[in-house]
Every structure is written in C-alpha cells, then in structure tokens.
C-alpha cells in the first residue's frame, strides 16, 4: 500500500487536496460559529464585568437598600458586592458641536461600582460635582458617544432624561407639563474611555456598543431631585445555582418602608397607609390589605378625587375634593356623622353625601340633584371632563371624616398651598372661579373633602390602571397608635414580594452568557452558506479517486483475477483512500481556521451589515477541530465509497481490458418516466395555484413548485438521453456541434446527469436566494407595504404625553405656531413602546425578553402594511389584537422574520414575558407581518399593554405619514421641536434598509459561498470531462483519422461539458424563477438582475475555462496509440 | 486514376535514451482500383507502415505521395480535410460512436466538414445499402452484432470516396465465417470504388485472396 501511495503521488495528493478543502471549508464553517458564540460572551463578560445580578426599577429607593443586603450574612455566604446606581436613557448634545445622540445610557455610579464590576474606582472621577477647575460636575464619556458628539475632554454637553415623577403623568392628576417630564443636567466631559470593559458597560443584549456617559451618583441624584435615592442594584458575585431566589429573599428582608411608595400617616384616629404615587399600585394594595387581615385589622379603602365643580341648580362649588368611601360593616372607624348625630348609612350608587359648608352653600334639602363635574383620561389620554348626577342624601357633620383633611392624598401644587388662589395642580384651573367663601373653608378645613360617595361609585367613576385606592384608613382600635403602626408596617413588609413592587432581579450575566449561543447557531449558518462548497469539494474528492481507480482499472483486474475477494480488494482502495483523505483532512484543520478567518473578515468587511460593527474574533475550539475533521472525514469517505463501489458491477476481464465499462446507455426506466411527468405536472399546477389565490409566501408552494421543476427537467434530461428516438444529426443539420455535444452528453447517462444535477441544484439556489434580494423603493408607497404607507418612523428618549397629531398637543409642547400649522396635515400615530431587546436580525443574540409596541385604536382601524399570515382571516387583520384569547394570554404581531430567525416562533406560538406587575403572561404570535418595519419589536394592542405595563408613560414611537416630498422637512421640523425629548426621525426606507440590508447580506454570503462551491463544482466537471476523454481515445483517435482536427475533437468535447454546464444552469435558473415568481408578483419590488446574471455568466464562463484547460492538458498526449490493433 | 507513391519510408520512435527503428525504408507505389496486403510478426512495422501512409503518422525519412501529392507538405488543418477527403481507414475495433445511429456514425467523416458535404445522405444511405444493413438504420451500436459493427465501420472509412482505404486487421477480432463476409465485401466495394486498398493483417487467409503482399520483418520489406 505504501508503494501504491508513492508510486500514485500525483493522483492521491489531488484527492488529499479536495479532501483538505472539504475539511477546511466544513470546519471553517463551524469555528466561524464558534468565533461567533465566543465573541458574543468575551462582549458580555466585557460589557458587564463582575456584574451578575440587575436590580432595575421604575421607582427610586432608598441607595442604602445595598448595604442593607450587602451585610446580610446569607448574601455574604454566595456574593460579593452591592452597588446603588442611577440608570437612565437620554439624549446627549454637545454644546459646541451641536451634534445628537439619542438613546445614550447615563449611569450615576460611584466607588461601590467599580467594586461590583472589579475595577479600579481610583481617579475614573477625577473631580466631583463643585470642583473648581471645571464648570460643570464631570463626566466620563465612552469613545462611541465622544464620536457622535464630536466632542473633546473639557467641552460641555447637555444630557436630557425622562425626570422621575412620583405622580404617574398619565394620572388624571399628574403632570402634563412637558417641563416637569424632562429633567437635564450640564455636564463637563472629563475624559474618554474606550469601548470596552466599562465603556462597554450596558444591561441590553446586542453586540453594538452602546453610548455611555457615566457621572457621579450624587449628581444624578441631584438632577432627579432624587436625593439618596436609586433606581438600579448592582451586584457581584459567583453564585451557584439558584442566586435568584436567595437574592429575592435578602432583598425582601432588607426592603424598609421608605423603598416603596408607600407611607404611613398617623395624624389622623386611624391609622393612613398612602402612596407618593397619589394611589396606591394594585398589587401593593393587596399586599397592604393581605397585611391588614393578618394582624386581625379592619380597614376601610379610600378614593379620594378633585371635582371641578359641584353644583345644585343654578349654585355650585369651584374646585372641591370628593372621596369615596367604604362603609364597612363592623369597626370602629372614626366615623362620617350626619348633622343629625346619626352615623351616615352606605349611600347607593346615585347618592352623595355633603359636608355640611357644602350642603349649606348650595341650600340642598336630601333627595335633590347634585351635580358633579370632574377631569377624567380619555381613550387618547388626554383630560376629559365628564358630569355625572347624584341625589343628595344628607349633609355629613363637620368633625370625623366630614371634615378630615386626611382623606386627601398630597395633590402637588394644591397640598403646600397657603390660600386656593395660590393653586397650581398639574391640571387646568381656573382660579377667577375661586370666591373668598372659597377661600375660607380653605383656611378652615384645607383639602378636606366636601362630597362622600361610596367606594364603589367611586371605583366606577375614578379607577385607573395606577389604583383604585388613595389610602386605606385602618383602625387602631384602642390599641396605642405607634403600636399598631410598627405592627401593621412589620406585616406589610414580611407580607410584600419584592416583585409585588416592581423589584425583581434580572441574572445578567447568566442570560447574556445563554444568550450569546446567538439567535441564530452560525456554525450551522455557514455550514448551510458552504453546504454547495462542501458539496463540490466532497464530488472532487470522489472524481478524483475514481479517476485514480480507474487508471488502476487493469491492476483492478489482475488481483481479481488472482483470486482476491472483491471485498478485500474495495477494502484495500478504501482503506487507502481514507488514508489520503485523513492525511487531507489534516492539512485542512489548518485551512479551517484560515477559512474561518476569511468568513470573519468577510463578516466585519463585505458583509458587516449581518453583524454589525466589528466585534468577531476567532476563536478555536479543539473539539470542534476534532469534530469537524471527523464529519470532513466522513463525508469525503462516503465520497470514496461512492467511487469503489462501483468497482463491484464490472467483471474482471473488462477491468483487465482497461476499460470500467458501462458506455452504451440503457433504456429509460418506468419510473423515470413516471416522475418525469408527474413533477412536470406537480410543477405547473403548484404554479397555477399559486397565481390563482395569490398564495405568494408559501414556503411549501416555493419548495413544491422549484422541486418538482427541477426534479421533472432532470428526468426529462435523463429519457432523453435514454431515448432512442432522437432526431437523427446529419450534415445539412442545423448546429451541428451543439446538436453533437448534446448527443455526446448521452453517451455516460448517468454521469452527465450527475454533473448536469449538480449545477442546476447550485443555480436554483444562487438564483432563488438572489431573487428574494430586495432593496426597498417606491413600492413602499402603498399603504400595504412593509412601511404602511408611513414615509418617517420617529423615536423619542423621553416618552410624550401629548398627542403630536392635535393642535393642542403640539401647544402644549412648545411648537410654534407656524410649525404647528405646518403639521396640520400629517397624520401621526403614537404609539407606546416597552423598552426591550432589539429581536431583529440585527442583533445576534438571542433574546427573549423583546420592546413592546402598544397599538393605538386609531392604528387599529387605520389597518394596513402586509401580513405574511395571520390567525384566522379577517378584512383588517389589525382587528385580531383585540382578540380576547382568555386569562393570561395576549395577542401580539412580529415581523415574519424576527419571528422566524431571532425569536424562533411560529404564527399561533406563545413566549413568556413579565409584566410590570411581576406577572408572567402569555404573548401568542396571531400575525406575522412581511418584511415591515417592526422588526424590532412585537406589537400588542394599547389595551393590553396599558394591562401589562400601566408604569410606562406617554408615547415614543410614531409612524408619519407625511407626503414624500415634505418628509425632510417634516422630519427636520419635529427634530427641532422635540429635540428635548431626544426625538428624532428617520425614513421608513433607511429602516426597512437597514433591516433588509441584514437579509440580504446573507443572501449574498449565501451566493458569494454558493457560487465558490459552483466553481469547485466546474472543476468536477472538468474532472469528468478528462475521465470521458480517456476513456474515448480511441473513438477520438478514429475520428482525427477520418479528417476531424484536433481543435475541432477539443471543441466538441468543451461542447459537451458546455451543454451540461448551461442546461444545468438554465434548469435550476427556470426552476428558481419558476418557485419565485408568484413571491415576485406579490411583492413588485425589484429584482437584481444584472448581478444574477452576472454571477450565472462567470460561473459558465469559469466552467468553460476550466474545460479548455482540462480538454487542452488530456488531448495533448497522442491518442493515435489508442488504434493500434497490436 | 489515384495514386500512391511510398519511397524509402523510414519511422523511429526515440524511448528515452534509446532509438526505436521501426520502418527502415519502405518502398512501394500502387494506383487506383489495386490492392495490398502487408503482413508480418508483432512489432514488425505493419501498423505504423498504415498510419505514415495514412497520415496519421509523420515519416521520419522518406516521402509519401497521395495523387502525386505528398500531404506531408500541408500544414496541420490541410492534412486533416486532406485525409478526411482522400483517405478512408477501417480498424480492428470499429470505434463506433455508442450514443449515435449506425446512420449518423457513417455520416461522421461527412460531419466534419458539413459545408462540403452535399449528397452525404444519399451516399450513407447507398453504403448502407452496400454493406446490407439498412434494416439497421437507426439502431445504435450496442445493438448490432461484432460483423454488423465493422461493416458499418467499412461504409464509414467509404463515406467521402477515399482514393485509400487503409485497414488494419479489420477481421482481427472477428470468428471465421464473420470475417469472411466482412473480406467480401471489402474486396466487393473495393472493385467498385476502385480505390487502393491496404490491408494489414495477421491473416494469411486473408493475405491469400489479395493479388498482392508485403511482408514486413523488423522494419524492412522482406517479401513482395
């Protein structure tokens, strides 16, 4: 065996070198997906250091609560640190550049963070807020938003935040006032840190870097006005196994009353349990109520409310509070006394109670009709005022609850006033209504309510999604009052899920590190784009060995014949043959991971649009070396079997003829015949069909028709080179040599099947995936498209509460009136967005917790933009978000490809998400929406996520349909007005670019990749081409005899490597057009052509080419000694 | 009236350092409608003798006139429509095309120059005639039988109206009576063609029936 290696070096060192590409290109593939997973965690271990636990709230608590847990000895036992920090989303402006960032992560640290994330803390602050060589309190800013602002160390810039609000400003008694919503700090930029380690800091996961500015916790702290407050614990540590529910046990034991936005009163004879929030959250009220009940209680909920006006006929009452009360059966409650002495019975839901100021101001006698008017939210969000009718039942004395102004919560701008005059609430009043009565009961009373109904009417008329209480009054019974306060206090917190009040820690580290196995596995990615490479290089292998067998045909012949077992004989070229292969598959390893690191450089050069900035390394596992060499291995012996085994079907005295026989071909089976029709058939009823009900995004319609095309052309190729009834060539034929290369290519049926199959396979495929490559253009336009018929999409850093699409937004907004009016004819709609992780195929990881879009009822019955599927057919399918899918489940939209490649969900599928209540709820996918420009988020109706997520405020994504020739400067319109709020504008066509700019990176991986492997396959080709022509020597020798010229045998040979060559590109090409084209007519976006067709072209041209050389090298070797009869 | 003219026909072949003489001077003219059959052992020269005067060989000495015409002269493409013109060759195995008609393989010498090639289907359809397999018109080879092959192969090498027709040992691999059929009609259409007509053989049957015989003996005509 060792001489036949030696004395067939040439030979076996080809086969050797088909096998190191097939190793090189297959291993590569999988270190590329390895260089990706290992890229993906060294960015989540850089970006988030020690760091493995993330507390972050929507409310700020006390920045003590870290060292509270931090000294717990069960923390101790499994972590390390606990670090308080501020963590906000703004928008930065360099004050002298002038220049935007929006989406900048700000982050008040200090000291304790460097020890989570284990880092130096020393000189990262060189000076604090108040130093003297700088103007401005400091900041450290990262090298990515340094280069966004263009700015340098010591220039200023302007950072804007959402400001933290107690009262939720979509309260009916919050604040509007775009001034309040909007907090800004001035900061000096201290100095640049790279884009790594803290500079890479950040809790999203994608592999962008995202922009950071870090300042002093204090600073922010100051801004916020949240003073020895945060919103963010950080913590470190290597905690096996379970950390979560230990930290949520600490955390629970280290939560005080003064981390929830809960307080206690003890003013009043009973005890008060308040929000700061105005009302109490839901879950919160239960947990205060479950306590209540534990330590043998009684308590009764409060609802407290501003009315405009309470009028009697033609006499009324400006500006009063109303509560709703409960009327509880037992307890002693400090109780609503009439002015008869008797205790106020439970009112029915039209009967009001006044206090006796009130019943006398407005001469009411019981049973007469009190009027009511008050501010509610519309379905807009916007104030609404409604009236509703009450039958007055009696005047409550002034002491007790008649006169108690402890049933009012702190209403900002009304609590702190000395006189009405000096009101200022967050809602419009008209203080000229005010009268000096008015202001008496004022001094009097304050804001003790003037009007009592009961809780229910209440709840009916006030409930929000905020609460449904303002206080629960419990009552201390004779038990001293401090007593039942830290009773009551002590229970609450005991009772309390940290959950219950949105604390809930995120483990980081371990869903970044399981994340970053990436959304996509790109080691079968690429092995998938090399597939045809592979494919190609394997086919060499199995060309060459055949070729090598086959000039060791007689030697073949000479063992049988010697009485060797065939068996033996196979085993022997096997065994040689994985020799080869193995020794190949080494020196491949080695190619591997240069392929590997041409795929990388391919990623972060020619296709950085897939991934983004370069961010890949390489990283090389020996398991996957191992792994990889073993399936190269495999595949390149399956190769070689291929080849040897056909060494079974010849006799041994062909073989000592020299000869593999097997050149006449035979007849065309049945089933040959059968499929050929019936795929042919299949084909053109699938394409029918698929025209006839518009059915253009079939998966099942394109692989039905382009398969059984392909499959039905290649078996008619196959009868036809079967056939026996071909049209006879004679000499006044027409293209004769064309005529006689597609006669010739039936003399090896099978062989030029083979080749002929190979080509079209690589063609459908090069020229399905180029079809499917689209850039978006004017078709856009429609109303049905993926943009919606919108031409901006805008984003805000700060949501808005104010409708941009109103006049009386816009005013309240600032705009000016010349700029209002300018927007009078664009249509805006806002919708609400849960901030999240990007799920478009922009980012790499994969990501289950995605942004959530809130649909608005205007978006809902506007329709449009286009459906991949939907659950069930309906005229709008925007009508299927408000599907009621039962307790628990909610109906959602997602772009068919994030579903399909990021989020790995089918239509009718469901993932899991937490709401803002700590509840685990249901997303099911009921609509897969076609190359649109929500990509990057799942899209719920503004019903549900008010449900889910009733802490998020306001608006920060809008769709504009602006006129296309007015978008600039609509655009550059709103940037300006909104610039505060960090809004901006973008063109649906860059979106949809950017994310189209993803698929068809791959696309063109794919074809770049697919078209390598058709160009190896050409070699097989020319491979084949060389075998055929030695094997016709003799008959070519015949045919120099009778007069034909040596250039005229090599061009009919090219000829026929030419015609198997075309029809194998014209068959996959017309097969692909074929799958594609009902896709093509629904779509009517541009097809590239020219670039098909120009890849097409250089792989028949490069196909040519190497048959030239192939037929050039074999014809060059005298065929006249193939005549000789001796 | 064709002519051949072979004088002092020499043809070594160099095998690395060594020098194989083959033909060591061959001498010898025919004319139109005679014929030849040149015998001698294994490795004598016989076939390479066909192939010089065949022009598929160049001589290394000596000349060949064809018609008072040495091809030689003729630069590469000439030679090719030369010997597609004027010379007809049948071999032992008849190297039929496999995936072509029997009709299309005696069309092939026609095919390779197709613009001169008027009246190609009648004169392949009167061959066929001549060597009896019309019936087979259509079949391809893997069809025929081992005499049905080489008569095809003879109305094939008759297809231009070679003024020579060149065989070597074209009952070489065929039984007794077979090659008897196939010598027949060899002589049959050589009459009527009146071409020369040199066969190589093993054959001393075959030999005898020709009016005329060389013998080769390592390079050298040793009988005539």
Request: contains cysteine; aromatic residues 8%.
């Amino acid at each position: 065996m060792r001489r036949s290696l030696i004395y067939f070096w040439r030979m076996n060192l080809a086969v050797a070198l088909g096998s190191a590409v097939t190793a090189a290109v297959l291993t590569g593939a999988l270190v590329v997906g390895d260089s990706m997973r290992g890229s993906l965690r060294q960015i989540t271990l850089d970006r988030l250091g020690g760091v493995d636990h993330i507390l972050l709230s929507g409310r700020f608590f006390r920045e003590e609560l870290a060292e509270d847990v931090s000294t717990s000895d069960r923390f101790r036992d499994r972590f390390l640190a606990a670090a308080p920090a501020i963590v906000l989303e703004g928008t930065a402006i360099g004050a002298d550049s002038e220049r935007r960032a929006r989406n900048v992560r700000v982050y008040g640290i200090d000291e304790r963070f460097f020890e989570v994330y284990g880092e130096e803390a020393e000189s990262f602050f060189e000076s604090d807020a108040g130093d003297a060589r700088s103007m401005f309190p400091s900041a450290v800013i990262n090298a990515s938003l340094q280069g966004r602002l263009s700015i340098q160390q010591g220039d200023s810039i302007l950072v804007s935040f959402p400001q933290p609000s107690d009262v939720h400003s979509e309260y009916v008694l919050g604040s509007r006032d775009p001034v309040s919503l909007t907090g800004a700090v001035r900061l000096t930029v201290e100095r640049t840190i790279p884009d790594s380690g803290i500079g890479r800091f950040g809790l999203e996961l994608h592999q962008s870097v995202p922009l950071n500015l870090f300042v002093p916790l204090s600073v922010l702290q100051r801004s916020t006005g949240r003073q020895g407050r945060a919103n963010s614990l950080l913590i470190s540590g290597t905690p096996e196994g379970e950390g979560g529910n230990l930290l949520r046990e600490v955390l629970r034991e280290a939560l005080r009353l003064q981390d929830l936005p809960l307080t206690i009163r003890t003013e009043s004879a009973d005890l008060i349990l308040e929000s700061r929030e105005m009302v109490i959250p839901p879950r919160l009220e239960q947990t205060a109520l479950r306590a209540v009940e534990e330590q043998g209680l009684s308590s009764r909920r409060v609802l407290t409310h501003l009315a405009n006006t309470i009028r009697a006929g033609d006499r009324s009452i400006p500006y009063s509070i109303v509560s709703a009360l409960e009327f509880p059966v037992g307890g002693d409650f400090s109780s609503l006394r009439l002015t008869d002495g008797q205790p106020a019975q439970p009112p029915a839901p039209d009967e009001i109670y006044l206090n006796a100021w009130a019943a006398e101001e407005l001469r009411l006698q019981p049973g007469e009709t009190v009027e009511l008017t008050y501010y509610v939210i519309g379905p807009q969000e916007q104030l609404e005022t409604e009236t509703r009718r009450f039958q007055f039942k009696g005047a409550a004395s002034m002491d007790g609850l008649g006169a108690d102004r402890t049933l009012t919560p702190e209403i900002p701008g009304i609590h702190e006033a000395a006189n009405m005059a000096d009101w200022d609430p967050p809602v419009p009043i008209d203080l000229s209504r005010i009268r000096p009565r008015d202001e008496e009961y004022w001094d009097r009373f304050g804001p003790a309510p003037k009007a009592f109904l009961a809780y229910q009417t209440g709840l009916d008329l006030w409930e929000t999604r905020f609460g449904r209480v303002t206080s629960i009054r419990i009552d201390a019974g004779d038990e001293p009052q401090d007593s039942v306060s830290v009773r009551f206090r002590q229970a609450l917190l005991e009772t309390l899920q940290p959950d219950e009040a949105g604390f809930s820690f995120q483990p980081v580290k371990e869903q970044g590190l399981k994340a970053s196995g990436g959304a996509t596995d790109f080691g079968v990615l690429f092995f998938g784009f090399s597939f045809f490479l592979i494919a190609s290089a394997a086919l060499l292998v199995g060309l060459l060995f055949s070729l090598g067998v086959e000039q060791r045909v007689r030697e073949v012949g000479l063992l049988l014949a010697a009485g060797y077992p065939l068996k033996s004989v196979q085993r022997r070229f096997l065994t040689e043959g994985a020799l080869i292969a193995g020794a190949g598959a080494v020196a491949g390893l080695v190619g591997a991971v240069a392929y590997a690191r041409v795929m990388i450089f391919g990623l972060e050069t020619w296709w950085s649009s897939a991934v983004g900035p370069a961010f890949l390394s390489l990283h090389v596992s020996p398991m996957t070396l191992g792994a990889g060499y073993l399936l190269s291995l495999v595949v390149v012996a399956a190769s070689i079997w291929w080849s040897v085994r056909r060494l079974a079907k010849i006799p041994a005295t062909t073989l000592l003829a020299g000869s593999m026989g097997g050149s006449s071909p035979g007849r065309a089976s049945g089933g040959a015949r059968v499929l050929a029709y019936a795929a042919g058939s299949s084909a053109l009823a699938l394409l029918g069909f698929a025209l006839v009900t518009g059915a253009t995004d079939s998966v099942g319609l394109f692989f039905g028709i382009g398969v059984s095309l392909l499959l039905g052309g290649l078996a008619f190729f196959s009868l036809w080179m079967r056939s026996r009834r071909h049209a006879p060539i004679r000499p006044d034929s027409l293209g004769i040599p064309l005529r006689i290369a597609a006669r010739n290519s039936a003399r090896h049926p099978g062989r030029s099947l083979l080749s002929a199959a190979l080509v079209a396979c690589a063609s459908f495929v090069i020229v399905a995936v180029g079809a499917n490559r689209q850039e978006p253009g004017l078709e856009l336009q429609g109303k049905d498209s993926g943009a919606g018929g919108f031409s901006l999409v805008g984003q805000s850093d700060i949501p808005l509460p104010q409708n941009l699409s109103e006049s009386g937004g816009r005013f309240e907004l600032g705009f000016p009136d010349d700029d209002s009016e300018r927007l009078d004819g664009v249509e805006i709609i806002p919708l609400r967005l849960r901030p999240g992780n990007d799920v478009s195929c922009l980012n790499l990881y994969q990501v289950e917790n995605p942004r959530i879009l809130g649909v608005p009822d205007r978006m809902i019955e506007r329709g449009g933009f286009q459906f991949q599927q939907t659950l069930g057919e309906q005229a709008n399918p925007w009508r299927l978000l408000e599907t009621d899918l039962g307790p628990g489940i909610i109906p959602a939209f997602a772009d068919a490809n994030s579903a399909r490649w990021v989020l790995h969900r089918g239509l009718g599928e469901e993932l899991l998400l937490e709401s803002d209540r700590g509840e685990a709820v249901k997303i099911r996918l009921v609509g897969l929406l076609r190359r649109s420009i929500f990509q990057s988020e799942l899209l719920i109706s503004q019903d549900n996520f008010l449900k889910l997520f009733p802490g998020l405020a306001g608006h920060s994504y809008f769709l504009i349909d602006a006129p296309i020739e007015e978008k600039e400067e609509v655009s550059a319109l709103l940037e300006r007005n909104l610039g505060d709020f960090g809004f901006e504008a973008e063109s649906v066509l860059l979106v949809l670019s950017n994310y189209l700019a993803v698929e068809n990176t791959y696309l063109s991986t794919f074809q770049t990749l697919g078209g390598l492997g058709l160009l190896l396959g050409t070699l097989g080709l020319a491979i084949v081409l060389v075998r055929n022509i030695m094997e016709r020597r003799a008959e070519l020798a015949t045919l120099r005899a009778f007069g034909y010229r040596r250039s005229k045998l090599a061009w009919m040979v090219v000829a026929e490597s030419g015609f198997l060559l075309v029809l194998g590109v014209a068959l996959g090409t017309a097969s692909a057009l074929a799958a594609v084209a009902p896709q093509l007519i629904g779509a009517a976006a541009p097809v590239p052509w020219v670039g098909l067709a120009a890849t097409l072209l250089a792989v028949i041209v490069v196909g040519l080419a190497s048959g030239i050389v192939a037929v050039r090298i074999t014809l060059r070797t005298p065929l006249l000694p193939a005549l000789r009869a001796e | 009236m064709a002519s051949l003219k072979v004088s002092e026909l020499q043809k070594h072949f160099e095998s690395g350092p060594h020098r194989v003489d083959v033909l060591k001077g061959i001498s010898f003219q025919m004319k139109g409608a005679e014929s030849l059959a040149v015998t001698g052992p294994s490795g004598s020269g016989k076939s390479t003798l066909l192939h010089c005067v065949g022009t598929l060989t160049h001589p290394s000495s000596g000349s060949v006139e064809i018609d008072a015409r040495n091809p030689f002269d003729l630069p590469e493409p000439e030679l090719a429509r030369f010997r597609n013109r004027r010379i007809g060759f049948v071999f032992q195995d008849p190297y039929l095309l496999p995936q072509y008609s029997l009709l299309e393989n005696v069309l092939i010498p026609a095919m390779a120059y197709s613009s001169e090639a008027d009246g190609a289907m009648e004169r392949a359809m009167e061959l066929i005639r001549n060597v009896r397999l019309e019936h087979r018109l259509h079949h391809r080879p893997a069809e025929l039988s081992g005499g049905e092959r080489q008569r095809a192969a003879v109305a094939r090498a008759l297809m231009n109206r070679p003024a020579l027709l060149l065989c070597d040992e074209p009952t070489g691999s065929l039984d007794r009576s077979t090659a008897q059929v196939v010598a027949d009609l060899l002589f049959e259409l050589h009459r009527a063609e009146e071409n020369i007509l040199i066969v190589v053989t093993h054959s001393l049957e075959l030999a005898s029936r020709f009016p005329t015989s060389m013998e080769l003996q390592e390079g050298r005509c040793v009988e005539a």
